[in-house]
C-alpha cells in the first residue's frame, strides 16, 4: 500500500515536471516573440517613412508581450512551489516505504532467529532424549 502511495506520488510529480517544462517553453516563446516584435519596431523607425499605426500597433503587442511574460513567470514560480512540495512528499513516502522495509526485514530476522532457536531446542530434546535411552 505505501509503495502504491509513492508510485502515485511519483507520478503526480512528473506530471508537475512535464507542466513546468511546457510553461517554460511557452516563456521562452513569448520572450521570442518580444525580441521579434523589438526587432520589427526598430525596422520601421529606420524606414524611409513611418508608418505610425504599424508602430503603434507593435508598441501595444510588446505592452501585451510584457504583460504575458510577467504572467508566465508567475505561473512557473507557482509551478516551482508545487514541485518542491510534491518532492517533499515523495521524500516522505519514499522514508515510508524504507520504514516499513526495514522493519520487515527486522520482524524476518527475529521470525527466523526464533525458528532456529526453536528447532535447536528441539534437536537438543531428541538428543536427550536418545541420549537416556541409550
Keep these: 500500500m ?3 502511495e509513492l508510485e502515485q506520488r511519483q507520478m503526480e ?3 508537475i515536471v512535464a507542466a513546468l517544462n511546457l510553461q517554460q517553453e511557452k516563456l521562452q516563446n513569448i520572450l521570442q516573440a518580444q525580441d521579434n516584435n523589438t526587432l520589427e519596431m526598430e525596422a520601421l523607425y529606420s524606414a524611409s517613412e513611418l508608418d505610425i499605426m504599424q508602430i503603434e ?22 509551478t516551482k512551489h508545487i514541485l518542491s512540495r510534491k518532492q517533499q512528499e515523495v521524500k ?12 520487515k526485514e527486522k520482524q524476518e530476522k527475529e521470525f527466523y532467529k526464533s525458528f532456529l532457536q526453536a528447532e535447536m531446542k528441539e534437536i537438543d530434546d531428541i538428543t536427550s532424549a536418545r541420549f537416556r535411552l541409550g
Design 2 to 4: 505505501r509503495e502504491k
Design 13 to 15: 510529480m512528473a506530471k
Design 57 to 78: 500597433s507593435h508598441r501595444k503587442f510588446g505592452i501585451k508581450l510584457v504583460t504575458d511574460a510577467n504572467n508566465q513567470e508567475r505561473i512557473i514560480n507557482n
Design 92 to 103: 516522505e513516502a519514499h522514508q515510508k516505504v524504507e520504514v516499513l522495509k526495514k522493519l
